[in-house]
């Protein structure tokens, strides 16, 4: 069945550095690629998402890379800043609105000062 | 538009007992996705309802069930409770489903004695 494979399952930067989070996907029906960020105590919010038209797309301080014939996706987050820390979902669909939306097992990030 | 609304937030049941959540969608959506949240197990799909019908389900028990309203209004009710189904459960909107932003529910915290 579908499966959707996150590491590191924790990840721990300095303020100010890099941070990486790869995922993996099996099916290769999976079109749409969202991210989702969830706070401590607060529910998952879309942060950034790519389709398989695009290899690479970024918002300000994030970005999202896709490779489709190796079937995996990075988010990329620079200049990290405490208010970064959170828990980062990966997840894979396909376009039909019937698609199920399939999610990695998250990333707990954390940014020492 | 209002959000994502779930109820009730926090509830406290003993096992063999049933539970009923309900989520009520932003206006104009008509997909509902059920997920269980629990420490290192990320966000597991349980079922999502589109125009009143199952339209997927993942793997959960039976004990597991769900429905949903002509006002898209849904519900999912859990029967038997075993200490394990101690979870969050997070409801996720979008208007069709498929590559479309998923937008969440604030929740519904589950502690089964």
């Known amino acids: 069945g579908e499966n959707v494979e996150q590491h590191p399952s924790t990840l721990s930067v300095q303020e100010g550095d890099s941070a990486v989070i790869k995922c993996t996907y099996s099916?290769?029906?999976?079109?749409?690629f969202p991210w989702y960020k969830q706070e401590l105590g607060k529910r998952p919010q879309l942060i950034i998402d790519?389709?398989?038209?695009?290899g690479e797309k970024k918002d300000q301080r994030i970005a999202v890379t896709l490779n489709k014939t190796a079937k995996h996706f990075s988010l990329h987050i620079t200049e990290t800043q405490p208010e970064d820390s959170a828990v980062y979902f990966c997840?894979?669909?396909?376009?039909?609105?019937?698609?199920?939306?399939?999610f990695g097992s998250g990333t707990r990030l954390s940014i020492r000062p | 538009k209002a959000g994502v609304t779930q109820t009730p937030r926090y509830l406290i049941k003993t096992r063999g007992q049933q539970v009923t959540l309900s989520c009520s969608p932003i206006?104009?959506?008509?997909?509902v996705s059920w997920y269980q949240q629990t420490p290192g197990q990320g966000l597991q799909f349980l079922f999502e309802?589109?125009?009143?019908?199952?339209?997927n389900k993942g793997n959960f028990p039976g004990r597991f069930s769900g429905r949903q309203f002509s006002n898209s209004r849904s519900e999912m009710n859990v029967s038997t409770l075993e200490l394990g189904d101690s979870a969050l459960y997070l409801c996720?909107?979008?208007?069709?489903?498929?590559?479309?932003?998923?937008?969440f529910g604030p929740g519904t915290r589950l502690l089964v004695l």
């Open positions: 997840a894979a669909s396909g376009y039909s609105s019937a698609s199920k939306i399939i």
């Open positions: 099916d290769s029906a999976s079109n749409y």
């Open positions: 790519i389709r398989s038209n695009v």
């Open positions: 206006s104009g959506h008509r997909s």
């Open positions: 309802y589109f125009s009143e019908t199952q339209r």
């Open positions: 996720a909107t979008t208007t069709w489903g498929g590559e479309e932003t998923q937008y």
